[in-house]
């Protein structure tokens, strides 16, 4: 993730530097424990979570569980891990729903944390996880927010019940009653209930939040934090604690470029665990908070469950199967291929699955200069081929080419250089298919492997031929070629002409050939 970059490649330089030591002596311990330090504190994590961590990184460090290590470094990178999954919240924390619907979810937290839109988010992610949810607009005090969460519902495909104009007009607490009464009289079986926020913290805003969870009795209280607001993240949360109490927490924003202390802070200061975090502005940027591989993140480690988990959700497995069949069958188009694309953007952003890789960090370069936006246009170039020309490729001439280019804003460069990746792709992919290794451009074959067609060998099983007079014909050449082989040497040379020495000729193409 963005925000963890500067703090990920702080420490994964300091365990670099730690990989070349094959002992580690206390000062080494000491410098190392200095390095995290000072990677945490630039990172805006609060104060007190910097001392307990990185007491117990050192205690631990110095222990005897790494002094009998095999690779000492590699164990320290293990139990810097394992703390920062603790200070983060240890386990995942699922939400916990109500024996007798509706579960009522009530989000609080300061103006401009991203309250509305999560409340759009979570409303999307519950409703594909098979429940119905329903969006309350409890917010009527700022400008325009019930509106923005009309807008937010209905782009999630999600019900909101706004029975109020907002904009400083009705009551909230009436309305979160009345949405109850409204849930269970329509049988919706969530209730997200969206509250007023503040600039900063104050009695009102607390007095307000605290009426609306005694009318509602929700069964979750998640605050909602800015996760890039630094070290007021810490004494924010602390005030909702006091004035509300909270069950969990949501980041938001955790796609941002600032530090991110927040969410190295919060869990730790609370005791209150992080339940989900907002990636970014889509309302399919939403994700389950999961300690362990959000640390894998942090350390470079990579996160390749979520990837998973990511892609499963994107990909239809029968749509998969009948790609495979096409691609073994030599009949994958440019439609198929269009299809595949348009299912890998469903999945999220390509640089945000990447990033999830163990060693992206060393990627980061490359993944900057990754322009999604490339996708877009090989879609467009596509898309402005007719039926015919998806199916058939050969079909594309100059003026075919220049058409579809003027059709999607292209160049007939770019047309061409699309319709090569692509026959390469196809043919690569039908050399995997048929159990082969495929020639990657600029190298030769691999030695011992074949290209996907299996080559007779001289002593291998040849395969019988169907038609007995063509079947009799070859057994009668079989049989008359120990007779009729020309001797010559091994390299073939010499046995054209009646089993004499090889030419003059033939021994400067081997020359040659050879390379003399």
Not at 306 to 321: H, K, N, P, T, Y
Not at 393 to 402: A, E
Not at 476 to 498: E, M, R, T, V
């Amino acid at each position: 993730m963005a925000q963890f970059g500067s703090l990920s490649d702080r420490l994964t330089e300091t365990f670099r530097n730690l990989r070349t030591k094959g002992r580690l002596s206390p000062s080494d311990v000491d410098g190392t424990v200095r390095e995290i330090r000072r990677a945490l504190l630039d990172a805006d994590v609060a104060l007190e979570v910097v001392k307990a961590f990185t007491a117990s990184v050192r205690e631990r460090a110095l222990s005897d569980e790494v002094n009998r290590a095999l690779n000492p470094a590699q164990q320290v990178v293990q139990i810097v891990n394992e703390e920062l999954v603790g200070i983060l919240g240890g386990q995942q924390r699922r939400l916990e729903f109500a024996k007798k619907p509706p579960t009522v979810i009530m989000l609080a937290g300061l103006q401009g944390a991203g309250k509305t839109t999560l409340a759009g988010k979570l409303g999307k992610w519950l409703k594909k996880d098979g429940h119905t949810p329903m969006l309350v607009a409890a917010d009527l005090q700022r400008p325009n927010a019930v509106q923005q969460l009309q807008v937010v519902g209905e782009q999630a495909g999600v019900h909101v019940f706004a029975p109020e104009p907002g904009n400083g007009v009705g009551d909230p607490v009436k309305v979160a009653k009345n949405a109850i009464k409204a849930a269970v009289d329509q049988q919706y079986d969530t209730v997200i209930v969206d509250t007023a926020g503040r600039l900063g913290v104050d009695a009102e805003l607390m007095k307000q939040a605290a009426n609306i969870r005694k009318a509602v009795d929700p069964d979750e209280v998640l605050f909602v934090i800015d996760a890039m607001i630094g070290q007021d993240a810490v004494t924010t949360a602390r005030a909702f604690q006091e004035g509300v109490d909270f069950t969990g927490v949501v980041l938001s924003k955790l796609d941002g470029d600032a530090r991110g202390g927040a969410a190295l802070s919060v869990a730790s200061v609370t005791g209150r665990p992080i339940m989900f975090a907002s990636t970014g502005e889509s309302l399919d940027d939403f994700e389950p908070f999961h300690p362990d591989r959000m640390a894998s993140r942090i350390l470079d480690l990579g996160d390749i469950l979520s990837l998973i988990e990511q892609a499963q959700g994107a990909f239809d497995e029968e749509e998969a199967r009948k790609v495979a069949d096409k691609i073994a069958s030599d009949s994958f188009t440019l439609n198929d291929f269009l299809q595949q694309m348009q299912q890998l953007r469903k999945a999220g952003s390509i640089k945000g699955m990447l990033g999830m890789l163990p060693g992206a960090k060393g990627m980061r370069e490359a993944l900057d200069n990754f322009d999604e936006r490339e996708i877009v246009r090989t879609e467009a170039i596509i898309q402005s081929m007719t039926p015919q020309e998806r199916e058939l490729p050969k079909l594309l001439n100059g003026s075919r080419r220049l058409r579809i280019a003027r059709g999607a804003g292209s160049t007939v460069t770019e047309v061409n250089q699309l319709v090569n990746r692509f026959e390469q792709a196809a043919k690569m992919m039908k050399t995997v298919a048929r159990g082969g290794v495929p020639q990657m451009p600029g190298m030769g074959p691999i030695p011992g492997m074949h290209g996907g067609k299996k080559q007779q060998q001289g002593g291998g099983k040849k395969k019988k031929v169907g038609n007995p007079a063509k079947r009799a014909a070859l057994a009668a050449g079989a049989a008359a070629a120990p007779q009729q082989a020309p001797k010559g040497s091994g390299l073939g040379l010499g046995g054209g002409k009646n089993g004499k020495a090889p030419t003059e000729e033939e021994l400067a193409s081997l020359q040659k050939f050879l390379g003399r």
